[in-house]
């Protein structure tokens, strides 16, 4: 006789197979791909605007960091090869 819980939970061979790919999934992550290509220079172009005209220190950062990002790629992380250095005080120039 099955167990009876009051609040459902996990039942023996309930749910999709281990190891089978959710299908709606993956036609909805290529069509908002494919969407989201679509506003490419739009989203870029906000970037740079942000960039070069953002109110605050913090987002003008944030969207120069992206531009470099998709640019270049994001840079490595080598644990390995971590080197300790003093911190190095920036002045914003008026």
Not at 23 to 36: C, F, I, W, Y
Not at 50 to 73: E, F, K, M, P, W
């Amino acid at each position: 006789m099955p167990q009876v819980t009051k609040h459902g939970g996990h039942r023996p061979g309930a749910g999709r197979p281990t190891g089978s790919f959710n299908k709606a999934t993956r036609e909805q992550g290529a069509r908002l791909s494919d969407l989201a290509k679509s506003y490419t220079n739009i989203a870029f172009g906000t970037l740079v605007d942000v960039a070069i005209n953002g109110s605050s220190d913090t987002a003008r950062i944030a969207a120069a960091n992206s531009i470099l990002d998709r640019g270049y790629g994001k840079p490595r992380v080598d644990e390995i090869e971590a080197v300790d250095l003093p911190p190095i005080v920036i002045q914003r120039a008026e």
